[in-house]
């Protein structure tokens, strides 16, 4: 079926269906039960389409119906809006800009990806579920059953819930007052910045950003790592590892005491037996931090004037002044420190 403005309320069904125009409107059912496509300037759907193979393209999508299909199903445009179902073996949605405020699912597969912006206020789900644009915003349900990831070549901003077996978000800025969380191992990366006032829980849990600034809950039930130039813990964050004594917290910074403190407090949030505190890359890791002078070294990293704390530590310390060059405060420069 093909024309300048095609208008179906009706039924439209074949082995291979294909419905095409300047504009296609459907508020029936277009089916085919190998492969059904419908194409057209403007595509906009309140009923059904449906097929094995089933393929939705044009300048604007615009679902608030059911677009489905046993294998794949593909949704394409310049600009695809959906309020209703999109479903499929394999789904696959994209566009310059997407909005969802309905469900988007793969039974397997499920990629959603924006050459501008990703909106989702819906659902998003599948085994495996990707959402990738310009700007991520999430206000629903981002999730994957095996794995979830999330980037941004600019900016994520989440104020839902992005979950997954392994969920891995990314962006130049990752901003969180939702929650973030992976059943094995999360991971939330930023060139520039990570602000956190939400959840980011997982078994193994890794943040990482040029600035980390956490004024919520940071967790990873075996272990938490933090890897910044600069960490901003809040006097209300919490970074913790929940795990046995075999679990660890690596706070891993380049400069600043105010780092030095968040690695401290992750310590004293858990019940591993040791944070450590080293370089924003992970490496030159210091000695760990004993948990027996870590009251002593919380209270001093909080002062009011933290370019100024001198903690109160002997040189001798067992496991407190092997810190990298950088740490001045805790370099075991004796004269500068106030011994106990």
Known sequence: MS?????NSGNVTGGNTTVSGDNVTNSGNITGSDNTTVSGGNVTNSGNVTGGNTTVSGDNVTNSGNISGTDNTTVSGGNVTNSGNVTGGNTTVSGDNVTNSGNISGSDNT????????????????GNTTVSGDNVTNSGNISGTDNTTVNATNNVTNTGNITGGNTTVSGNDVTNSGNISGSDNTTVSATNNVTNTGNITGNNTTVSGSNVTDNGYINGTNNTTINSTY?????????SNQGNDSGSVIAGFKSGIGDVAGAVENMMSSNSTNAVIGSGDGSN??????????????QQLHMENPGEVKPLF??????????????KQLNGECENVDKK
């Open 3 to 7: 024309g300048g403005n095609v208008t």
């Open 111 to 126: 990629t959603v990806n924006a050459t501008n912006n990703v909106t989702n206020s819906g659902n998003v789900t599948g």
């Open 231 to 239: 960490h901003n813990p809040t006097d209300d964050s919490t970074v």
């Open 285 to 298: 890791l210091a000695q760990p931090v004993d948990k027996s002078v870590e009251a002593t070294l919380y």
């Open 314 to 327: 002997n040189c001798t310390d067992s496991g407190v002044m092997n810190l990298p060059a950088g740490e």
